[in-house]
Each structure stands twice: as C-alpha cells, then as structure tokens.
C-alpha cells in the first residue's frame, strides 16, 4: 500500500502494450472513397477537399486544417475521428519501471458492446483477457485549454500511481488540437513538443523517479486553427506536416444548399425573395459567406416567432 494504492484489472506489461500499439496501428487501415462520402454525407462540403481528405487520412501521420471561423473545420475533424470502423484493444492500465500507469478512461474510449456474432470489424467474440478493453478508435479533443503539463504522465501523489496524458489515451485513434495558436502557451512550445513524435513515430515518457521510457507514436494528430500557418509555425516544422488543406467560404451555390437544408430540416421554406435579402444584406456589410451563417439565421428565425406566437417562417 506504500508503494501503490491503484485499485482494478490486472496492469498489461509495458511490452504487451508497445506490441499492441504497433499491431493496431491506424495507419494499416485502409478508408476508401465510399466510407468518405458515408461519412460526410450529412454536410455540405466541396467535392475536391473530400478528394484532398482522403490520401491525408490514409496516411495516419498530420494534418494541418486552416481557414476563416464558422467553416466547418472542428465538424471536418470530429467526422474523421468517427470515420474508423476496426476496434483496437485499450489496457485498463500498464506497468513499466514498476510504476503503474492507467490509460483507459471511459470518458475518451467508446467502448464496443459485447456481442454474441458479427460485430464490428477486429472484435473478438469471446474477451480472453479482461485487462485490455475493446474500443472504437479513440477521439480525443482539447483546444485552448491545452497545456504544457497536459502532455505529461500525471502522478497522483495520494495513490501514487499514474495516470496517461492526453495524447497516449488518444493512441491508435485520433488526436485534435482545436483553436490551434490559441493556447496559454506560445504556439512553437507545442511544436517543439511534436517534433519528435511526429518524425521519429515514438514518444518518451517520464517518471517522477527521474527513469524515462520509449513508446510507440501511432496516432493522426490533427492540428486545427484559425491563423495562417505562416503565422504559427516555421517552414522547417511546416515540412513535417504533409497535408495542410484551407476550409474556405462557402460559394454562393453551396452557401444557398446549406440555407435550404437548415430551413428545411426547422420546418420551413427558403423562397428566393428571402435568399436575396440575406445576401444582399451580407454584401451590404462586407462580410464573407460562411457555412455557420444558415444555422445562426435560421435559429434566430425561431426564436423571433417563437416570441411572436406565429407558425415558424
């Protein structure tokens, strides 16, 4: 009790885990063209960034998404993060230089129902081993919240055992800096922090007893901002992130798309006279078109006859 007051499943070894990490890998499966249209087709989106998407998604290494605010860039992310369908295994925790790490947190890991056939893709019908838990490829998200710290093992002085920073929970699944540039902590910092993960595929890992530990880097980090990359990052470390795609605004065409899908799905019907009046008025304020806009107008729409007791139009 001195040592460790970790209470649960039996710890998987170091080594187990490493192996498994390295036999799951998110950069073996393979996404195709139909899981993206699937996926994607809920939203209104350009054909060639779909096009651009997919190579970068199949690569399993980074993506840099840059654009104006209200573009999509954050729902773009989030879809790819959904878009894996094999299961990998997720340990309740490891042990490695005697020291107890947990990694398993049913608020980041989607557990897969037990089931008795079928089932998704990579599940075993029987778990022969109750340490490892079977998961969809995990998403996880922070954004201006990040921190330095965050990327370390935390100790817990009181149980003393540890728990695994973010981007270890996110192993062999999807890892999503939103609102990039926007941190406590100056944009480079968390560059320089990625510049070996992202090169070299491996991770070290330190304990407060001063011992530190290799582990495999198997992971898409997404790295999503509203600033241009010129203003967050260096050519040098641009060169290490192959895919760097732009959400732009919306053209009109596709604009008036998402307008009548909003209006629509509120019960309501988008008339050009309406239509015009909008851009009209949006070109009246120099503003650019942006795909939130329908969903903001249409809300507002509601709420204005929701006030005046009138059917919704």
Known sequence: MNQSQYFGP???????????IRHQRIGGELVN???MQKAFAHIVMPDRL???LGPAINSGTAMLIYGPAGNGKT???????????TVVYV?????AEGQIVKVFDPTLHKQVPEVTGGGAR???????????????RPLVITGGELTMEMLDL??????KFYEAPLHIKALNGTFLIDNFGRQRV????ILNRWIVPLNSRVDYLTFHTGKTVQIPFDEFVIFSTNLHPNDLMDPAFQHRIAYKLEAVEPPEDLFRKVFEGMSKKAGMELTDAVFDQVMDTIKANDAQLAYFQPKFIVEQVLASCKFEGTPPQ
């Not at 039996?10 to 498994?20: D, T």
């Not at 729902?75 to 369908?85: M, R, S, V, Y």
């Open 10 to 20: 039996a710890p998987v070894s170091f080594e187990a885990f490493c192996a498994r």
């Open 33 to 35: 063209r139909e899981q």
């Open 50 to 52: 779909l096009t651009r």
């Open 75 to 85: 729902t773009i992310a989030e879809i790819i993060g959904q878009i894996f369908e």
């Open 91 to 95: 340990p309740h925790c490891f042990v």
């Open 122 to 136: 990579g599940l075993r019908r029987e778990r022969f081993d109750k340490r490892w838990v079977p998961c969809f």
């Open 154 to 159: 935390k100790f817990n002085a009181l149980a």
């Open 186 to 189: 100056k944009p480079e910092e």
